[in-house]
């Protein structure tokens, strides 16, 4: 028991780890796309810039606005923050194999409960630009969970097992992306849209809601806001691995494979990022609800057939 719970503990310190420096890679990456220099003055290269970064943003004042709900409003971003920790349970690594036969049916679970932590930040801090962004975060939220949950479903009939790990294991000869690769598609979109990334950062449209559900928040609120964004974007990448890239076992699983293929589809947020403007709201609903919906329905219904021919 206690090995499990170091084990945890020291992942948990690696994804916070890996958020630091992602976002120095997202910062160096959009320096590039922009024809100029990311962070370079702290240290050798910029390389200490997130520590600076973090020591500046907890060190700042803890300011309250008058006229929010203290303790949900303190609460909301710390919820976040544990909630993309516990995703991260669901990493195997040498001492405890935390992906058990229901580890996507936990995934779901954790992965839905984010929304609440998103409408309490909006909701509690008793402003209208906060809340009109909290609520367009959870409708787009809830709205993309609906893809992801039957884009999942499809790769759970696919392997007729609940875990993870067995998915990989499904993958040893041929990877999902090469039997479906749309499939693969609908799934990195709406992971970019469920993170609130550009080019569907629509919670936080500068022009009319400021910063969105986060614009109250400052110094260590926003930066356990930042984390627990950026870890979702690090875990929804590992999920987009496992699920359609499986095929990294033969390189090892969970090592050297896993990194080189994780950091190429977080590579992609920020590449996507650089790339297009942002979406109308409109047309996002109508990507899911007209496009992405019937699709995925279509595939589920093939592949039920498919499994029924088979017994």
Not at 191 to 210: I, K, N, Q
């Amino acid at each position: 028991m206690l090995v499990e719970l170091m084990s945890s503990v020291v992942a948990f310190i690696c994804a916070l780890l890996a958020v630091a420096f992602f976002t120095l890679l997202e910062r160096k990456g959009l320096g590039y796309f922009q024809i100029r220099k990311g962070p370079n003055k702290v240290g050798l290269m910029g390389l200490p810039q997130p520590l600076a970064d973090a020591v500046k943003l907890f060190s700042k004042e803890l300011v309250k606005p008058t006229l929010v709900n203290v303790f949900p409003y303190l609460i909301c971003p710390f919820m976040s923050l544990f909630l993309s920790l516990v995703l991260w349970s669901l990493y195997n690594n040498y001492f405890v194999c935390s992906m058990g036969g229901l580890s996507m049916l936990l995934f779901l679970c954790v992965s839905s409960l984010g929304v609440y932590s998103v409408m309490g930040a909006g909701w509690f801090s008793n402003s209208k630009y906060a809340l009109l962004g909290a609520v367009r975060a959870v409708a787009q939220s809830i709205s993309y969970e609906v893809s992801m949950s039957l884009i999942l479903m499809s790769c759970l009939m696919m392997t007729g097992s609940m875990s993870l790990s067995v998915i990989m294991k499904y993958q040893i000869f041929v990877w999902v992306v090469f039997v479906n690769f749309f499939m693969m598609l609908m799934w990195f979109v709406s992971c970019v849209a469920e993170t609130h990334r550009a080019p569907f950062d629509f919670a936080e449209g500068e022009s009319e809601l400021v910063s969105g559900f986060n614009v109250e928040y400052g110094g260590v609120g926003f930066a356990v806001l930042f984390m627990a964004e950026y870890g979702n974007i690090l875990f929804m990448s590992v999920l987009v691995v496992s699920l359609f890239l499986g095929g990294v076992v033969f390189i090892g699983a969970w090592g050297l494979g896993l990194c080189i293929f994780v950091s190429l589809v977080s590579w992609l947020f920020i590449w996507v990022r650089a790339s297009y403007p942002r979406y109308r709201y409109d047309l996002l609903m109508y990507l899911i609800w007209k496009s992405y919906l019937p699709s995925v329905l279509s595939i589920l219904v093939f592949l039920a057939a498919y499994n029924y021919l088979l017994m």
